[in-house]
């Protein structure tokens, strides 16, 4: 098993994860892929972690961080995403442009 | 004394000796001061004084006439010769003289010498009775206090004219009489012809003025200094190369120029008659005793300057023909005139020009002498001329005649005063008269320094005899003017008044008192008896030179007896004209001779000449050639600069406006083009917002790893 074979996983999780970012339209979704994102980092981290041999294990650790993080955004993301639908009934992001100049 | 004929030299070792004259003379610096101060004190208090003015005046002349007199009585001892200056400025460097480096000196300061003396006592007596009379004769004049003031100012210039140790002094004192001329001949200003009098005597002075500045100028460049002394000290060094030498010719042509127009030469003799427009008093005063001397006066001072081979001796052929030519043709003129005052203004004319032609003969007594008695017979004349006027209110002979019998006093004042200007045997006119034609035969001889000159001694021939005849013009036109005036039958009206009757004391005491002076200051120089006045007057100026003029000691009887048969030829030819008969006495004096007439009337058309010669081209052509001038060439620079800075201004403004405004439109307009193009990236929606960082990011991770 050599390092390169896990960092493409991660790319590739990480791709998917900015594409859905960008195109989807519903912001649940939108939220779903910037989990994917941080998925792949960790994937990333402990890639990292297992080759590089730390003595410390950082990226273990660091992985858990993100998890913690995400864990976090991903329920105040939740949050707000319910309240927009709930003023604007809608869960569009493509409509929710009210800070255009 | 070296004597041969009947003429003597005077040699230096003859001299006086001289005292300075103590503290009359050095106090003399009162005699022109104190007529100028009560100028102003009379123009300020004058109107508040209980006299109006005249109180001040008199006194001030008094004076004067008695500070002259004791002046003169002093100076017949040993002879006074005292001169004081206070240095006033000393101005630049002089290039040339002996005196190159040093500055010019400009000083104020009093000669007492006996030339000055003469005409202080001159200015004075005269000056202080005519101001007497004036009292008389202005009476109730509407300007009677500014009169005083201007007559006063008048006694002070001259003053200072005869009183100026330089040349710059003489000019102050020259011009000063020339203003208060102008102001007392325009005295009665409200009718328009005595203003134009006025403008015409300040005008032609003004004209002869140039020949006195550039010969003052001349002479004191080249001596070094203006000084009097200094300058008959630089001629008594002798001639040659000397500055003054080269330039003495011109200097002297110029000087006497000046001379000219304050002393009334032909042909700058206009003004005079013109100036009878004055009161009498003035006419009296300034233009027949004193201010038409002040000429005749600068030849004197500057006798040496003249009468010295090598400066400007060679300038006295023109001094005796200007003068001859005054003499004769202006006595003429007199004949013709129906006015007192005219007939009296051309007499002096001619007077003035036998005065010239003594200073052009070379006798500087004589000359003098004659100024200081015509000053009192002509003086004396022009008073009685103003009791009659004031009796008849006219000027004119032809409302006149009779008067003897209403106006005795005037009428036997006035004949002294005839029969001394005719020159008839003992009275004043006589002796000076006589002193005259024998310099003038003196000159004509072969022992005269004239000889020298081109053909002197036979001008001063012809001069002797046109003098002989001008002695039998004046007799002619005196006669006239007696006979006219007294005798006969009156031919006015007098306003419809009583007939005219005597003129109140004040006017004829003076008239008396100057008679006395006509009569009886002939016999101060009696050529061979008494000498008072050639010791007076020329006591300075023959230390230093020899043979600077000749006196005789006895009387030449034959010249005597020519000039009186010539005046008695005068009066008898008068008498036979005018005199007898009562009823055709108009008549004859109204014919005219033909063709002698109309020139007589018209002055040889020398006015006319010069009205339509000068004046009228001045006052039209010239007047509009420099009127144009000055509105289209000298404004056009003017408005020119105007038209450019208006013109400008329009530039300036389409360049503020749309320049510079335009400019800063433009950058906002740049600013607002921008916000709208950057606008376009703000489209609130996230997911763009997104796609930008990812494109950012993608950018520059490139570009890390391509340049790292």
């Known amino acids: ?101 | 004394m070296t004597a041969f004929g009947p003429f003597v030299v005077a040699t230096a070792e003859e001299a006086a000796v001289h005292s300075d004259g103590g503290w009359l003379a050095a106090g003399a610096w009162l005699i022109p001061v104190v007529p100028m101060v009560v100028t102003f004190l009379i123009v300020f208090f004058g109107k508040r004084s209980p006299l109006k003015g005249w109180g001040m005046a008199a006194a001030t002349l008094g004076f004067v006439a008695v500070y002259g007199v004791a002046l003169f009585v002093a100076n017949l001892g040993d002879g006074i010769y005292y001169e004081k200056a206070i240095h006033l400025a000393d101005v630049g460097t002089q290039s040339m003289g002996e005196h190159v480096g040093e500055a010019l000196v400009f000083e104020w300061g009093w000669i007492v010498d006996g030339l000055s003396i003469m005409m202080y006592a001159l200015v004075g007596v005269v000056g202080f009775l005519v101001f007497v009379y004036a009292k008389g004769y202005m009476e109730g004049d509407v300007r009677y206090t500014w009169f005083f003031a201007s007559f006063t100012l008048f006694a002070g210039g001259m003053l200072v004219l005869v009183s100026a140790p330089n040349l710059i002094q003489l000019i102050v004192g020259w011009e000063l009489v020339g203003v208060s001329s102008y102001l007392l001949i325009g005295h009665y200003w409200e009718e328009h012809e005595n203003s134009s009098a006025a403008i015409k005597a300040f005008l032609t002075n003004k004209v002869a003025d140039v020949g006195l500045f550039v010969g003052a100028i001349m002479v004191g460049t080249s001596v070094g200094s203006f000084r009097f002394s200094d300058i008959m000290s630089t001629v008594a060094e002798g001639g040659g190369e000397s500055p003054l030498s080269r330039f003495g010719f011109w200097a002297g042509v110029a000087l006497f120029i000046g001379a000219m127009g304050k002393s009334a030469q032909f042909p700058l003799h206009v003004w005079l008659p013109d100036a009878m427009a004055g009161p009498t008093p003035v006419s009296s005063l300034m233009h027949a005793a004193t201010m038409v001397t002040a000429g005749v006066y600068l030849v004197g001072r500057m006798f040496p300057f003249y009468a010295v081979d090598g400066f400007a001796d060679d300038v006295r052929w023109l001094i005796l023909v200007v003068g001859a030519v005054t003499l004769f043709l202006t006595g003429l003129i007199a004949l013709v005139q129906d006015d007192i005052k005219k007939v009296l203004a051309y007499s002096t004319l001619s007077q003035l020009g036998y005065m010239t032609v003594a200073m052009g003969a070379g006798a500087y007594t004589a000359g003098l002498f004659h100024l200081f008695t015509h000053g009192f017979f002509k003086a004396l004349l022009f008073l009685c001329a103003g009791s009659v006027i004031h009796a008849v209110h006219s000027n004119n002979m032809s409302d006149m005649g009779g008067l003897r019998r209403p106006m005795p006093i005037t009428f036997w004042t006035f004949a002294v005063g005839a029969y001394a200007l005719a020159g008839l045997p003992l009275l004043a006119g006589f002796w000076s008269k006589d002193e005259i034609l024998a310099s003038l035969s003196f000159a004509g001889s072969a022992e005269s320094g004239l000889t020298t000159a081109q053909g002197g001694a036979a001008l001063a021939n012809v001069v002797l005899w046109v003098a002989i005849a001008g002695a039998f013009v004046t007799a002619f036109y005196m006669t006239r003017a007696v006979w006219l005036t007294f005798f006969g039958a009156y031919k006015g009206h007098a306003n419809g008044l009583a007939r005219p009757h005597e003129s109140p004391r004040i006017m004829t005491y003076p008239l008396v008192g100057l008679a006395i002076g006509a009569a009886l200051f002939g016999f101060l120089n009696v050529p061979g008896l008494t000498t008072v006045f050639t010791d007076t007057v020329g006591v300075r100026f023959f230390e230093g030179f020899h043979d600077l003029e000749h006196h005789a000691t006895s009387i030449n009887w034959l010249l005597a007896l020519l000039g009186t048969a010539a005046a008695a030829a005068g009066v008898a030819l008068g008498y036979r004209i005018w005199g007898p008969d009562a009823d055709t006495q108009q008549a004859r004096d109204t014919f005219t001779v033909p063709v002698l007439y109309p020139l007589l009337a018209r002055k040889y058309y020398i006015d006319d000449f010069y009205m339509d010669g000068v004046v009228r081209p001045l006052r039209g052509p010239v007047a509009r050639a420099v009127d144009w001038f000055n509105g289209h060439v000298i404004d056009l620079v003017v408005n020119g600069a105007g038209f450019l800075a208006r013109g400008l201004g329009r530039y300036v403004y389409a360049f503020d406006q749309r320049g510079l405004d335009g400019a800063i439109n433009a950058s906002a307009g740049a600013a607002s083009m921008t916000g709208g193009f950057l606008r376009l990236f703000q489209t609130g929606r996230v997911q763009q917002y997104a796609v930008m960082i990812f494109a950012g990011m993608v950018i520059l991770v490139a570009g890390l790893i391509i340049f790292s």
């Open chain 1, 1 to 101: 098993m050599i390092i390169t074979q896990f960092l493409i996983v991660g790319a590739a999780l990480f791709s998917l994860g900015v594409y859905g970012v960008l195109t989807r339209r519903n912001a649940v979704l939108v939220l779903l892929s910037v989990e994917l994102m941080l998925a792949a980092v960790n994937i990333n981290l402990v890639a990292f972690d297992r080759f590089v041999a730390d003595q410390l294990a950082g990226g273990q650790i660091f992985a858990l961080f993100v998890i913690t993080v995400a864990a976090a955004e991903v329920g105040i993301g939740l949050a707000i995403v319910l309240l927009i639908f709930r003023n604007r009934h809608s869960a569009n992001v493509d409509e929710l442009d009210l800070m255009k100049l």
